[in-house]
């Protein structure tokens, strides 16, 4: 067994000096680096998949000025050339290693269930943490209580 350090390092959104933030490549990188965890991005596309993206439209770090949340999981994967990965390949990506999403902007009950039933699918309860507002924790306890 692993002994305990006294200091936790998680990467904020990966390795976003070396790579574009919230990819997979930007999560390995920071492990590969080191980072004890990695604080990512969820949000949900139109039909309900998880995704790994900060802010409520593509804009920024991909040109495209629409809403994620009026995109489908596959319009996404177009627009971005497959790099925005969906919550599932992140957690593929980075087997055992630390995760901690971060549930931006409020995210419903619905939204949180969803992000709450993948994590539990890809067998990754025990390496997820989650960070949002108090009504979005209280809905993360709601959808696992345990």
């Known amino acids: 067994m692993d002994t305990p350090r006294a200091l936790t390092a998680v990467a904020h959104r990966g390795d976003p000096y070396r790579y574009r933030e ?7 990188s920071a492990l590969d680096r080191g980072a004890d965890a990695v604080e990512t991005d969820v949000r949900l596309t139109r039909d309900g998949v998880p995704v790994l993206l900060h802010d409520e439209t593509l804009k920024r770090l991909w040109r495209h000025d629409r809403p994620l949340r009026s995109l489908s999981a596959e319009e996404v994967r177009g627009l971005t050339a497959g790099r925005v990965p969906t919550l599932a390949e992140a957690l593929a990506a980075t087997d055992g290693s630390r995760l901690m999403l ?45």
């Open 102 to 146: 971060d549930l931006p902007g409020g995210p419903g009950e619905r939204a949180v269930r969803r992000i709450v039933d993948v994590v539990r699918e890809c067998g990754a309860r025990d390496r997820v943490y989650y960070t949002a507002g108090a009504a979005a924790m209280l809905a993360v306890r709601a959808a696992d209580p345990s």
């Open 22 to 28: 919230n990819t997979i490549e930007s999560l390995r």
